[in-house]
Structure formats: structure tokens, C-alpha cells
């Protein structure tokens, strides 16, 4: 109504002048690309002011106007258009969207920038490549885009690992995710339909800004928004499959049999044979063929003053493993208002999520018991509590059936979750605005398992067991800017930035077990035999922020930004840190001097600034008492009371220096681009949870807070891009290369050397190690030089004292030749960090085909394969790989088959114990992420109803070369700490899948 | 218009306000831990205190799983099937190293213990200014008595284990270097006097708790171990009220039902009803954390479970013939179980991949009572028993200096009666310890105290010759990685000879 109204008002004015001047009438259409109108769109006669807006059809009149004039066409997320009126009186003008515009704004911290005017580090991914391939998570969409960023992708709804420019810090090392301007903790609850465009910021100039959360970098998130014009339905939808299809080779159950009896003097050819000798393939029965089907719908409009989106999405995926999946059911709605000065806005989304995760037994993968359990084994027996067959000890062999771990019971894990912001800015005075920000990011989290009785020999469980944990968190911005943005003289163009922001964040959990001796069917918790256990945990935070950015006629850039934060992690002394930033740029390609060259783009940029760290546990600075012990006096429970946490007041900030200088070319109007990135990392007072001594033995896990360590990262990145156009035929190619190398650079006194990683398999040594002058974590151990083929190399090496090793087992370089293999002869044997990441993209379009292959890779990484001590270490009876068959076999004391590969059987233990080179693989690879073919429909038959419609169809992973032995070089961390990364002990590998979709837009 | 700036006004000023900035948000406060500044201020807590230095006994690395495996496959007692994990197996032949997880959260396991003693110890100034009305001051010294018997415990574990240790007498978390293993011993010594002197009798204590005569058996037995045998023997003459379970009830000593009987001294405490739920939870190898009231020493070695180890036949054939307490210590094929005996075992019920084995053991297993271990028993370790005490009187009068080889001879025939057994020992220094050597080997069959038999009196390089045993360096454990890379003060190059 208002808007007629102001229509009203507008026509009765404009027929009011045309009284006074002789001149004629236009009339017209404005429509967009598609050929729908666009309402709201501005018609003006140049250097005039005479003007009308187009109704609710895209019509408008326009008087007053002569044969002279010329008309200019605008409207808002379109290039303009200006057309000369001469004799004409109905003019109707195409506008089309202007894309290059959008790409050109680059979302920052607290606000966007031109491109031009960028002076840090920021690698963009579109919506275009999002769209681009069928993905299930967001975080997805930056592997081998975005350079320098390292994602590793594990079982289906779970959140991958990403970390830019390698590692700076020794604890949580995800970057900050930022949502439209939201906090998030990670982006599982986002439809990738649903997202605009991702930035990476990656230097301190950039980030700064979110001074103390920002330490590992920030991935930005635009979400899709309303754009002015006609409502736009689109419908994307894809089906698929998706499976695993490497396997290891294992022994049959003819060759079981055999090498039980040779190697291990296991007879067990009867209990083979009480199963009639039938051949069990563990692997192909914990694999399927998963389907996946997604269905997303979303509507947008808007108007000159409104705009909003709706969408909803549901996906499901059935995983690789049986009984693994993820659902997810998201909607989402963005709107924003415009009243006069003041602008509205909010955005909302919410998510469900089903997670059923892999199953696990006696803390090992479903994939260590398939390797492990006697192929002779049938799945199933009718005469076993719960149906299942199981190994018993005349099999000798306790792997557990892992079918029956995966099918019995379930485990669903429940997620709701909410994240929006609702906003107000007003336009106080000439360019100053105010803007205040309200957002939260809140879930629910319900994780229910349940395991009925079963007996199958050796694993029993006389009663069923539930437990549940009910989760919730919160997390509250709020955000006060004042934005201050003018230009003098033609030139100066200032922009001044103040935030004052405070985040409020809450967690909390109750979690419950219990066990039930009477039956199976119940799969609620019972008061029998109960586990309780809650905790509530709350942080806060304060941050002072400004940032001002200066330029000359965007020829000459500068930038300052200063953060001031107080974390409710650290001591009242310690709790205020200071950040900032400074950055400078010079686009060269603005020069006069340049001004008929061929470059497009030419820009220097130079950065340096701070960031703070205090990603850690809460109240880790005061000291706890342990209230969790018992012990039974008789039949009354004692419970008991210690020291906890050993306090640590001192607990501060971790800081971070970054510095980095950056290259921007574009030639010849953009159609080859290249970027190029060098960075400089120092970190000090690196937070991290050292081992105590374990002879203080202070409880709580022996490990004490504290800032120890200091440590550098150097590395560079190029992207380089190229696109082009030859008829019909379109196509573009973008490849980038990431690379960066840590080293400690000091520990602090008494915490040198430190073994700090997790010991993949029971018995198996720890080994990742922090040292001064070495890589972060990186693998220490014994290097290894072969087999001892006789007593007297043994002898030779070691004395005639020890009997242990023997003819047949691994020779363990004795590097300071003092006759003894001891922990003094460990040294670096690998490196879990990758030196480059890379990935490759091309896309091409001829006519209505559309085609894209995406490559990702990294070069020079490490894998501690833990799977080998299944397949390869022989120390007791389970099935193992083929490659036993090539085992050193002793006999009279020297190895009768010299050529062996492997040690002996039942060899010294240190074969199999040790940290060694035994199992460190080289984990490159390049991966043929994705291979899409797409077609668009033509025909008149199709634009009556459609505006566009797409068919395609991909292919994942279809192609990965790498030597590693394993299932998959995408190694998933064990427990997602920084300290275990690179070590393979059975993960969910990726699967390779198969999509075909469909892109409708009405 | 001028109405919409207003509203506009309003809405942006309530934004402010709710907002404003508080720096007294950041002043938060654990609702989850209690506070050590506060804590020592009623029995209940003092109570708690030293209840948590018992804890540690449950863990992975010692009663709960690992300290039977390594003690009875060192001894020989026991030795592995081929199902036994291979972190066990380098324990029957010597082969372990300072990675060794077992050693490694043994280690852990007794030096937390001690640190939770000394927690106690250090706060005894706070416990002894209670008002007599709260606490007497008998109950306060019993509850530093068991702080020190506790440290006592786990610092004897450790001696015995590893020699030279580092001394912490309070808390602190820097870590020490290794003192002698005499000034151990001393202060092993000390504790325990203190412990006799303040606890209270069985008689009068709260089962399970240690009592004055648990300190005097220990006391007595440090003694042993250190060869000073008339002040060993003074202490264990201090240990009264007991005797041997009778005639035909030797099993008593190894059931749920019996526990805290009459020969029992100290026993290491599980029941499962109490809760389980935290057994495999990463906190149970070393720090005692949460419900895990069981062990799974009876799934572990059960023929009818997981049939991990088996008897060695040097044990098998130490026992002499009409021994009765084979049949106790042992099942064999025909071996009656289930109350009343109703179930019988047959060979097959002896199968391994490795062929059928002679037996398994009895001690311990849950087989009396019920068809399967469940993962979990209750069966308290019985670690000081009146016959350990006897036996050692034994070796007392046979080693000190003017001893009576017919007062050894007595406390022995004394075992031997029970077992149903006649005595007939020459009374010569050496024949009397020989006796002494076999008694204590069949009386104590899987019972984890061989091996530190062995090691004591210097025989065990002919004991285990060919197992691998080194001697010179198979005696001591080696000092684990996890010490030695965060210990600045301990290096792997002060570890132990030959690791």
C-alpha cells in the first residue's frame, strides 16, 4: 500500500512538470534475463532527475521526456543500461545480472570489500563451484578450492577437519566459522544449498578482527539472500550411491588354517572344518552400497525496499559401513526490510540431524575386526543369545563379529539446531551508520545407544545396556558497530569501523546409563545398575574493536585494526589481550603508467598483525578437586575426594604474529588471474596440555595446562586461474597450491621431548613428539634396516646376552651403537602434516552441456598405518594380510628365505611393539574428487513453465592415486586432536559415488 | 517518518541495553569441581580423602587387569595361550621395553596413588585442627595412618618393580630423580610403623579398610624383603587374632562369600553391584576414575572364558601328591563346578588352538557360583594371608641370626596340616629353606607373589633359566617413556641396566 501511495505521489508530481515542458511520453517494459519483469527496477533520464520506478508488471511511464535524452535502466544485482530515446516511445530494456559485480565484493570481517581494495589474504569459493558438486557438508566445498586449506572428510555426518595454512597451535586447531556475521561451531546444520559464497581469511589483517577467535583463521559464510524481482522457485534434487570398493587382502580359510599351524602352532583345521569350511568375506559384510538422495526447494523475492529467501532441504545418505547414515532435515529464511534510513533484518536456520555413526566394540573399529576375525566363521547361529556366530577359545582368535556389533542394538544420534541473527542499521548522518547485531547458535544433542544381551562364545553380555547423553549449548553474540564510510576530494576514500561485541556461550550435559538383566526389550534407561553424571560450563567474552581502511583512489590502500578482548578462560591477570593489524596495498594496474598495458590486475599487498588463542577448556586456570573415586569398603560404597587439575594461574593468551605479502595479477580483462601468497607464522606462549611427570602423579589425566611452547610456520600459496571463451564453447580452469611447514622453535624447561600422541593399538608404543628444531607432533621412532638373516648378525649387533631377538626379526638401527635398542635410538621417521595441498579445477560449457573435474591432492605427508600391526604383525593368532605368505621362516637359527619382507611369527616383540618405520607410509595422493556432466534443457515447450532446467550427472572420488596401502590416504584423525593426526587405525575410508541430479528453477 | 525514527530509537537503545557490557560475566566460577581451598572441613571430607588413595588399587594397571598377568607370567605361575594380547606375552619372556603400556600404567597407577596420599598428609595440619567434637583424634591419626599406609603400598609395589625411584613425600608436580632404593625402603619403613601405630584393629575398623594389622604383616614383609629378619619377625609376631582358614576350607580364602575371614589380612576390594560402568573408560589405567568396582581376573584366565593363560606344568608338578589344595587351586578335567557341584569338566573344556592343556585355575573364578565370568567378578584379591604371614616367620627363623630351624619347621607344618599334608623336613638351614621355597610356591599359585619370591632370594636366573630371563637386567622393569620424556630429571639414559 505504502508503495503505491509514494507511486501515486510520484506520478502526480511528474505529470505536474510535463504540464510545463513539451516533450513526450515513453512507455515501457523492464525485464531480467529470464524474461521476467522486474518490479521496483529505476528509470531516469540522464543527468536529470526526472525518474520513475516500474510496477508490480515491470511497467513504467515515464514523461517529460525528448528525443535527445537517454535513458538509464537500473536495478539493483544488474548492470545498468542506458539507451538513447531518439523517435522511439516505447522503450523495453533487458537487465541482465551483473555477476561480476558480486564477485568483485569480497565479505570480510564485519563488513564487505571490493576486491580491488583487499589487502590480506582471502581465497573466495561461489556459490557457481559449490553448486557445482553434490555435497553433503559445506566445509566440503573448500578441499583443493581454497588454497592452503586442508579438509579431510570422514563417516557421514560427521564434521570434517579443517585447517588452514597448516598448524599453529598444539590444540584445537578448526578455524572460527562465521555465518552471516554468527559464530558458529561448525557448519553441519547448513544445506551447501543454502550458501552464497565461503571466504577463507587466512591472514592476520583479516582476521583480526575476531582477534581472539580467530587464531586458526576464519571461514566466512554468506548464505543466500532475496534479491529485488521476480519470485524465484528453484528445485535441486539428486540421487545416488555410494561404497567403498578397496578392501585389504586377507587370508581364505584354506590359508588360514595353514599358517595358523605353521606360524602360530594353532591347530584349526577341526573347528574349520565344524563349520564345513566355508569362506567368510568380514570386509564385503561390513561394506554396502550406501544411497543418498537430497531434496532442497527454496523461494526468493524481493523488492526495492524487502528481500527474502525461504528454503527447506532434506538429505539422507545411507554411509559405506552398514548401519552408518545421516539425515537431515534444515529450513531456512532470510529476510531484510528497508524503512526509510533504517534497515531490518534476520535470518533463521534450523536444523535436524540423525547421525547413526559407526558402531565400535572393545574400543576398536568395525574394519580392525573384519581384518582380524578367522575366515572360517559364519556370521549368524540360531543356537547364540542375540543370533550371532562368535570366535570361542579353541578359535584362539577374539576379534569380535562385526556384524553383530554393527546390527545389534543402535546407536542414533539426534541433533537440533538453531542459528540466526536478527539486525537493525540505521542510517544516522551522511554515511555514518549504526548497526546492532543479535545472534545465536543453539543445539540440542540426544545421543542414544542400546545393546541387547548376547552370547557368541568368547564376548558375552548377560543384559541389555542403554545410555543416553542429553546435550545443549548456547551461544549469544551481540554486536554494536558503528561504520563511518565518506570520501573527500575525489580521492580520500576513508572507511572507519568501531564494534563493541560480547559472546555468551553455555554448555551443558546430563548424561545416564544403565543396565537391565530381565530383557531385551526395553531400550529406555532403567534404574538398575545406573551411571549419572552432569556438567554445565559457561564462557565469556568481551572484544573492543576498530579497524580503519584508507585509500587513495584505490591506487594506494592502507589499513589499521585494533581488537582488545577478555576471556573468561584466564586469570583475572591474565585475562585482557591486545591485537592488531597492519596492512598496506598498491594497485599497480591503476597507474597511468599502466594504463594501456595488459594487466587487468596488478596489485602488491603487505600485512602483519596479531591474533590471541583461547580455544581451551573452561576454568582450566583455577585448580580442581577430583570428586570421582570409589572404592568399595565391604558392600558400602567409599566415595573419595582428590586433587583434580593442578591449578595454573599464570594460563594466558596464546598470540600469533602473522605476516604475509600477496600478489594479485589479472591479464587481459581477468581472463588469466594469479595469486600468490608468502606467509611468516611466529606463535608464542602456544597453549597446550602438558604431561605432567607421571611419577607426580597428578590426577586428571597427569596433564597440566599451561603456555609452553613457541613454534613457526612458513609456507606460500598460488592460485592461478584462467578462463575463455571460443563460440559456443566456454571454459575455465583454476589450480592452486598450498604450502607450509611448522617447527617448534622452544619448549619451555622441563617439557622438551614430549611423547604426546595416543597409542593406536593396545601394546603399541605412543609416539608423536614435540621438540625443539622438529615439526609439531611429528612421528618418533626406530628406523629399520632390514631382517637378520642369521644368529651372527643378530650377535653382531647385540651381544650375545639377550635371547629375545633372534633370526628373522626386524634389525632396528642402533644409532648410538651401544649394543642396546632403547628409546636413546629413536629419531624423526615421519611427519603427519602434509607439505602441500593442492587441487585443480575445470570447468567447460559447449552450448548446453556443462562439464567440471575437480582434483584435490596433498604431497609429502606420513601415515602411521596402525591397520599393518593387524595385517603384518603376526604376534598372536587373527587373519592377517596375504602378505604374511612372504614372512621370514627360521629354521636352525638363519632364514631359509632370504628374500622375505616380513619378519618372522611370534617374532621379538619390538617387531611389532615398536613405533617404527615398519609402519610409516607416505599418505599422497590426488584424488579425482568430483567429475560432473551436466545438461541444460532448451525448447519452448520448457520456458513456458521453466525457467531453467538442469540435468546432471557426478561421480566422486572415482579415481585416487597414492602408494599408501590402506583403504583410503584421507586419514581422519582418531580423536580430532591435533596430536593424532595422520595415524590410520581403520577409519571410514570415502566412498566412491555416483549422482545424478537435477536443477529446476520456475 | 519522525514516528518510525523514534520506534527506531527505542529498538536500538534496547539492543543496547541488553548488550551493555559486563566485565563481571567474565568472573566465573566451576559449578562442576570442588575447590582444594575449601575442602578438609568435615569428616566426611577427610573421609573422602583417603577413601581416593584406595581407589587406585582398581585399576588397569594394577588389580584390575594387569598386575596378575604380568606377576604370574613372570613367575611362571602362568603362562600364555595363544589368545593372551600381545602386550602380555613379553611378560613371560622378558622381552618387554620402556614402551610397554602394562609398565607403563603400573607406574602410573602406584604414583598416583602416592600423590593422593600425600594430598591427605599435606592437609594434615587442616584435618588435625578440627575440633575434637567433629573428629577425635584417634580417628584423625587413623585416617593419617591409612594415608600412610597407602603411600607405604604403592611405593613397595614400585621398589619391588623398578629399584631406584624418585621420592615424593608431598605433592608437587615437579617431577624428582631417582633416590636409592634404600631411602625408598626408609621411607616404605616409616609409613607403615606409623600406620601400626595409628590404625585400628580388624576388629574395629570398617571392612576393607587397613588395619593395624595389615600394617604390621607389611611392615614385617618390607622387612623380609630388605633381610632384616629379627625386626621382620617382631612385627609379624604383632599380627594376632588370626589363623588359617580350617582343614577342607582353604578355597574360603578365593570366594565372594568368604571374604575378610579369619586368615585374611588385607585384601585388595571389588563389588560389582557397586557399578562397573566406567571398566574401559581411558581414565580406569591409572587413575581409579568412576564405577569400576570389578575385575576381570576371572574372565581373563577362566577355562571357560577366555582361557588366557593356563598352570605351567612346573607348577602342576611342584604340588605333591594328596596336596589338597591342588584341587582348589585348579581345574582339570572332571573338575565338578556350579553350587553343589552339579556341572562336571571335560577335556574340551581344556581346548586351546595350541592343543588341550592340563588345567586352569580355580582361584578366583567365579565357576563355584555361576556359568560364566561376566567380564566382571567381585572376588576381593586376598594379599595378605595368615599362611603368607606364617611362612614368613618360617623364613625369619631360618635367616636371623641364632634362629630356631624348629620354630620354621613348626610355622610350616602349621600351612602343611591344613593342605592335608605330613611334615618331615630335615632341620638344616638349607633344607628348611628349600621347604620354604616349595610351600610358598604351591600355597601361593597364582597368587602374583612368585616371582618377587624369586627375585628376593637371588634365584631366579636358575628358576626361569631359559625363559628368556636376563639376569642383571630381568629383575628390575625399565623406567617407562612416559617418565622419562616428561621427567627432566629422569632420562632414558638413568634407566635401569640393559633398557
Not at chain 1, 130 to 140: H, L, R
Request: charged content about 20%; overall charge negative.
Amino acid at each position: 500500500m505504502l508503495k503505491l501511495k509514494f507511486a501515486l505521489i510520484a506520478l502526480l508530481m511528474i505529470s505536474a512538470q510535463s504540464v510545463l515542458a513539451q516533450s513526450k511520453t515513453i512507455q515501457g517494459v523492464v525485464t531480467d534475463a529470464t524474461g521476467s519483469p522486474l518490479p521496483g527496477a529505476s528509470v531516469m533520464v540522464e543527468g536529470t532527475s526526472n525518474s520513475t520506478s516500474t510496477d508490480i508488471d515491470g511497467a513504467y511511464t515515464l514523461t517529460g521526456v525528448n528525443a535527445t535524452d537517454k535513458l538509464v535502466f537500473s536495478f539493483i544485482g544488474t548492470t545498468s543500461q542506458t539507451i538513447a530515446v531518439g523517435n522511439q516511445t516505447t522503450i523495453n530494456a533487458v537487465l541482465a545480472e551483473s555477476a561480476k559485480d558480486l564477485e568483485n565484493v569480497v565479505i570480510v570481517a564485519y563488513g564487505s570489500q571490493k576486491r580491488t581494495k583487499v589487502t590480506g589474504a582471502i581465497s573466495t569459493v561461489g556459490a557457481k563451484d559449490i553448486a557445482a558438486v553434490p555435497i553433503t557438508n559445506a566445509e566440503s566445498a573448500l578441499q583443493g578450492r581454497a588454497a592452503g586449506v586442508n579438509v579431510v572428510n570422514g563417516a557421514p555426518g560427521s564434521n570434517p577437519t579443517v585447517t588452514i595454512r597448516g598448524l599453529a597451535t598444539m590444540g584445537n586447531s578448526a578455524p572460527l566459522y562465521v555465518v552471516d556475521g554468527v559464530l558458529v561451531g561448525n557448519l553441519s546444520g547448513l544445506s551447501p544449498n543454502d550458501i552464497e559464497s565461503m571466504s577463507v581469511l587466512k591472514d592476520a589483517s583479516t582476521t583480526a578482527l575476531y582477534g581472539s577467535k580467530a587464531f586458526n583463521g576464519v571461514i566466512m559464510v554468506t548464505t543466500k539472500k532475496g534479491r529485488s524481482g521476480k519470485g524465484q522457485l528453484t528445485f535441486n534434487t539428486y540421487v545416488g550411491t555410494q561404497k567403498v570398493t578397496n578392501r585389504y587382502d586377507v587370508l581364505n580359510t584354506q590359508q588360514y588354517v595353514q599358517y595358523a599351524a605353521q606360524a602360530h602352532g594353532s591347530d584349526v583345521s577341526g573347528r574349520a572344518a565344524e563349520f564345513g569350511n566355508i569362506n567368510t568375506d568380514w570386509q564385503d559384510q561390513i561394506f554396502q552400497t550406501g544411497m543418498m538422495k537430497d531434496y532442497n526447494l527454496s523461494y526468493s523475492n524481493g523488492t526495492e525496499t524487502s528481500t527474502s529467501r525461504y528454503s527447506a532441504e532434506y538429505l539422507k545418505q545411507e554411509g559405506a559401513l552398514i548401519r552408518t547414515g545421516f539425515e537431515r532435515y534444515s529450513f531456512r529464511s532470510a529476510n531484510t526490510q528497508d524503512i526509510g534510513k533504517l534497515k531490518l533484518g534476520s535470518s533463521m536456520g534450523l536444523s535436524f540431524n540423525k547421525t547413526n555413526p559407526e558402531r565400535a566394540a572393545g574400543g576398536r573399529t568395525l574394519l580392525e575386526h573384519a581384518i582380524k576375525s578367522a575366515p572360517y566363521l559364519p556370521i549368524y547361529n540360531e543356537g547364540n543369545v542375540s543370533g550371532y556366530e562368535g570366535p570361542r577359545s579353541a578359535d584362539s582368535n577374539d576379534a569380535e563379529n562385526p556384524v553383530r556389533v554393527a546390527n545389534l542394538g543402535y546407536q542414533n544420534i539426534n541433533v537440533l539446531s538453531v542459528i540466526g541473527n536478527i539486525f537493525a542499521e540505521f542510517d544516522i548522518y551522511k554515511g555514518l551508520k549504526i548497526r546492532s547485531q543479535v545472534s545465536l547458535d543453539y543445539f540440542t544433542t540426544k545421543d542414544h545407544t542400546f545393546v541387547p544381551s548376547y552370547n557368541t562364545g568368547t564376548h558375552v553380555q548377560g543384559f541389555s545396556t542403554t545410555a543416553e547423553t542429553n546435550a545443549q549449548g548456547q551461544t549469544i553474540v551481540y554486536d554494536n558497530s558503528l561504520n563511518y564510510k565518506t570520501t573527500f576530494a575525489d580521492k580520500h576514500n576513508v572507511e572507519v569501523v568501531g564494534v563493541i561485541t560480547k559472546i555468551d556461550n553455555k554448555f551443558q550435559n546430563v548424561v545416564a546409563g544403565s543396565r537391565y538383566e530381565i530383557s531385551d526389550e526395553i531400550d529406555q534407561l532403567r534404574n538398575n545398575q545406573v551411571n549419572l553424571g552432569s556438567s554445565n560450563s559457561v564462557e565469556s567474552n568481551i572484544g573492543y574493536v576498530a579497524r580503519i581502511n584508507y585509500d587513495y583512489s584505490e591506487k594506494y590502500l592502507f589499513a589499521v585494526s585494533g581488537r582488545r578482548d577478555a576471556s573468561s578462560r584466564f586469570g583475572a591477570n591474565f585475562r585482557w589481550g591486545n591485537f592488531y593489524s597492519v596492512a598496506a596495498g598498491w594497485n599497480i594496474a591503476k597507474e597511468s603508467f599502466m594504463e594501456n598495458s595488459a594487466f587487468s590486475t596488478l596489485k602488491l599487498r603487505a600485512s602483519t598483525g596479531t591474533t590471541g588463542n583461547d580455544r581451551i577448556d573452561n576454568y582450566q586456570y583455577s585448580g580442581t578437586l577430583a570428586a570421582n573415586y570409589n572404592y568399595p569398603f565391604g558392600a558400602v560404597n567409599g566415595q573419595g575426594v582428590s586433587l583434580g587439575r593442578a591449578s595454573n594461574p599464570n594460563l594466558k593468551w596464546e598470540e600469533k604474529q602473522d605476516t604475509n605479502f600477496g600478489l594479485d595479477v589479472g591479464l587481459f580483462d581477468e581472463q588469466f588471474t594469479a595469486a600468490f601468497e608468502v606467509f611468516n607464522t611466529k606463535a608464542t606462549d602456544i597453549l597446550f596440555a602438558v604431561p605432567l611427570p607421571a611419577s607426580v602423579g597428578s590426577a586428571g589425566g597427569g596433564t597440566q595446562l599451561q603456555n609452553i611452547a613457541d613454534a613457526k610456520t612458513n609456507g606460500f600459496e598460488i592460485t592461478l586461474g584462467y578462463n575463455d571463451t571460443k563460440g559456443d564453447f566456454t571454459w575455465s580452469a583454476t589450480a592452486n597450491i598450498g604450502r607450509s611447514k611448522n617447527e617448534v622453535t622452544d619448549l619451555a624447561p622441563g617439557v622438551k621431548n614430549q611423547l604426546v600422541g595416543p597409542s593406536p593399538r593396545a601394546g603399541l608404543e605412543n609416539f608423536t613428539r614435540l621438540e625443539v628444531g622438529q615439526p609439531m607432533f611429528y612421528f618418533f621412532g626406530y628406523e629399520t634396516d632390514g631382517i637378520y638373516q642369521n644368529q651372527a648378525e643378530v650377535e653382531a649387533d647385540l651381544g650375545t646376552a639377550q635371547t629375545t631377538v633372534q633370526a628373522g626379526d626386524i634389525r632396528f638401527v642402533d644409532r648410538n651403537g651401544d649394543g642396546i635398542i632403547s628409546t636413546l635410538d629413536k629419531t624423526n621417521i615421519g611427519n603427519p602434516y602434509p607439505d602441500f595441498t593442492y587441487g585443480l579445477n575445470l570447468n567447460a560449457g559447449y552450448k548446453n552441456f556443462d562439464f567440471n573435474a575437480f582434483i584435490s591432492g596433498v604431497q609429502g605427508v606420513d601415515v602411521y598405518n596402525a591397520n599393518k600391526f593387524d595385517l603384518e604383525g603376526m604376534n598372536r593368532l587373527f587373519n592377517v594380510g596375504t602378505n604374511v605368505l612372504d614372512r621370514a621362516i627360521v629354521a636352525n637359527g638363519v632364514v631359509t628365505n632370504p628374500s622375505a619382507t616380513l619378519p618372522r611369527a611370534l617374532g621379538a616383540t619390538g617387531n611389532w611393539s615398536y613405533a617404527s618405520q615398519r609402519y610409516i607410509e607416505d599418505g599422497s595422493y590426488a584424488r579425482l574428487k568430483n567429475v560432473t556432466l551436466g545438461y541444460t534443457l532448451s525448447g519452448d515447450m520448457f520456458k513456458k513453465y521453466f525457467s531453467s532446467v538442469r540435468l546432471y550427472v557426478s561421480g566422486q572420488n572415482l579415481v585416487t592415486i597414492t602408494k599408501y596401502s590402506g583403504l583410503d590416504p584421507e586419514i581422519a584423525r582418531t580423536d580430532g586432536s591435533a596430536a593424532s593426526a595422520g595415524i590410520d587405525i581403520g577409519r571410514y575410508p570415502q566412498p566412491k559415488s555416483v549422482i545424478f541430479g537435477l536443477n529446476v528453477t520456475f | 517518518m519522525m514516528r518510525k525514527i523514534k520506534y527506531t530509537i527505542v529498538v536500538l537503545s534496547g539492543i543496547f541495553l541488553i548488550n551493555s557490557c559486563d566485565t563481571k560475566d567474565l568472573e566465573l566460577t566451576n559449578p562442576n569441581e570442588l575447590s582444594p581451598e575449601t575442602f578438609f572441613s568435615t569428616p566426611a571430607q577427610v573421609e573422602s580423602s583417603v577413601n581416593a588413595t584406595y581407589a587406585n588399587l582398581q585399576t588397569i594397571g594394577l588389580y584390575s587387569r594387569n598386575y596378575f598377568f604380568a606377576m604370574d607370567l613372570m613367575g611362571h605361575d602362568a603362562l600364555g595361550n595363544p589368545q593372551l594380547e600381545g602386550n602380555k606375552q613379553p611378560f613371560q619372556n622378558f622381552s618387554f621395553n620402556s614402551g610397554s603400556d602394562i609398565i607403563q600404567f603400573y607406574w602410573e597407577s602406584c604414583f598416583t596413588g602416592i600423590s593422593r596420599a600425600n594430598f591427605v598428609l599435606d592437609n594434615a595440619e587442616k584435618i588435625n585442627s578440627l575440633p575434637e567434637s567433629i573428629l577425635s583424634t584417634a580417628r584423625k591419626n587413623k585416617y593419617l595412618g591409612e594415608a600412610h599406609f597407602m603411600r607405604a603400598y604403592y611405593y613397595f609395589l614400585l621398589v619391588k618393580r623398578f629399584g631406584d625411584l624418585p621420592i615424593y613425600s608431598t605433592g608437587t608436580i615437579e617431577g624428582a630423580a631417582r633416590s636409592p632404593k634404600a631411602e625408598v625402603y626408609a621411607l616404605i619403613e616409616a609409613d607403615f610403623t606409623f600406620a601400626a601405630q595409628n590404625l585400628l584393629s580388624k576388629n574395629d575398623e570398617q571392612t576393607g579398610r587397613a588395619t593395624k594389622e595389615a600394617a604390621y604383616a607389611h611392615l614385617g614383609k618390607v622387612l623380609l624383603y630388605q633381610e632384616k629378619y629379627d625386626q621382620a619377625l617382631a612385627a609379624l609376631n604383632q599380627v594376632t587374632g588370626f589363623s588359617l582358614e580350617p582343614a577342607g576350607s582353604f578355597y574360603n580364602n578365593f570366594m565372594e562369600e568368604t571374604e575378610h575371614g579369619v586368615e585374611s589380612i588385607f585384601e585388595i576390594e571389588f563389588n560389582e553391584d557397586l557399578g562397573t560402568g566406567n571398566m574401559w573408560d581411558a581414565s580406569s589405567n591409572s587413575q581409579g576414575t568412576g564405577f569400576a568396582e570389578s575385575t576381570l581376573r576371572g574372565q581373563e584366565y577362566g577355562n571357560l572364558s577366555w582361557y588366557n593363560v593356563y598352570p605351567s606344568d612346573d607348577l602342576l608338578d611342584e604340588f605333591e601328591a594328596g596336596d589338597n589344595r591342588f584341587d582348589d587351586t585348579f581345574y582339570t578335567p572332571g573338575s565338578t563346578y556350579l553350587p553343589g557341584g552339579t556341572a562336571t569338566m571335560t577335556a574340551d573344556n581344556f581346548a586351546t588352538a595350541a592343543g588341550n592343556r592340563r588345567a586352569g585355575f580355580k582361584k578366583y573364578q567365579n565357576y563355584y557360583r555361576r556359568l560364566d565370568e561376566g567380564m566382571q567378578s567381585s572376588i576381593n584379591f586376598r594379599v595378605m594371608r595368615y599362611a603368607d604371614v606364617l611362612l614368613m616367620k618360617a623364613e625369619c627363623e631360618n635367616k636371623r641370626a641364632g634362629g630356631s630351624q624348629a620354630a620354621a619347621i613348626a610355622y610350616i607344618t602349621e600351612v602343611r596340616t591344613r593342605a592335608g599334608l605330613t611334615t618331615n623336613i630335615n632341620p638344616t638351614p638349607a633344607d628348611v629353606f628349600a621347604a620354604i621355597v616349595h610351600e610358598r610356591k604351591v600355597e601361593f599359585a597364582g597368587e602374583q607373589i612368585r616371582f618377587d619370591d624369586i627375585i628376593r632370594w637371588g634365584i631366579a636366573g636358575t628358576e626361569l633359566a631359559g625363559t628368556g630371563f636376563q639376569v642383571g637386567k630381568s629383575e628390575l622393569w625399565p623406567i617407562p617413556d612416559r617418565e622419562t620424556s616428561s621427567n627432566p630429571n629422569i632420562t632414558p639414559a638413568n634407566n635401569n641396566p640393559g633398557y
